[in-house]
């Protein structure tokens, strides 16, 4: 079972997962944010996907805090591109002794997923405050703008979008507005909007092109994926 809420971090989600059964490993698709991770004890970040991942080994209770597209490697420390398609131990970027410690005080809240949120919460603050500019591209590539205008618009070559693009979100401002625009058509034939008018709503060319678009980053038809 999947629930999620929105976090006191502006921007984030909250969320847990418990198993349902055995076979419980439904791919994760990839939505342009990285999270913060706590499963049996050990805290990870799970890095900007490209493709779908599928957790490896027996399904497991999850706890995460997802973080706003670009927001999270002010918090971390770290570029997205360094972690893209990649699910990594906290200790690999602030070492054993800092991960530990922390990972005793999620332990010591409540429930795993108020204690990961507190922990983001310290992070935030500690953090320079989010790029407005970074904010303003999540907005215009979300409402489906094309990407040389929004970067005429922000006043950036595209040379500096995607250099910008890649510490903030792991890739390119391109794959940013497709992994946003498969968002949109999720979030569309979830409402039972007809797949024809849910691809011209989203901005594909036609239903093709987003089943096309669909099978390469969900690694499956959008009618099995709905259906899970």
Do not use: I, N
Request: proline share 10%.
């Amino acid at each position: 079972m999947y629930e999620e809420r929105p976090s006191l971090l502006p921007g984030a989600t909250v969320w847990t997962k418990t198993p349902a059964g055995p076979c419980d490993t439904w791919p994760v698709l990839p939505d342009g944010c990285m999270d913060l991770l706590w499963s049996e004890g050990r805290l990870l970040v799970a890095g900007p996907d490209t493709r779908p991942y599928v957790p490896e080994g027996a399904p497991a209770h999850w706890a995460g805090v997802r973080f706003h597209p670009g927001t999270a490697p002010a918090l971390l420390g770290v570029p997205a591109h360094e972690l893209r398609d990649r699910r990594v131990e906290l200790a690999e970027l602030w070492g054993a002794a800092e991960a530990r410690r922390l990972a005793a005080r999620v332990h010591a809240a409540a429930d795993p997923a108020t204690g990961l949120e507190e922990l983001a919460l310290r992070m935030a603050a500690l953090a320079p405050p989010p790029d407005p500019l970074l904010t303003g591209l999540v907005v215009a590539l979300w409402a489906g703008r094309p990407v040389a205008r929004t970067a005429d618009e922000l006043g950036l070559s595209a040379r500096q979008l995607h250099r910008r693009s890649l510490a903030a979100f792991g890739y390119g401002p391109k794959t940013l507005a497709r992994v946003l625009r498969l968002q949109r058509a999720l979030a569309l034939a979830r409402q039972g909007v007809p797949f024809a008018d849910t691809a011209t709503r989203a901005g594909y060319a036609d239903q093709a092109h987003l089943s096309r678009d669909v099978r390469e980053l969900a690694g499956m038809p959008l009618g099995r994926l709905l259906a899970g």
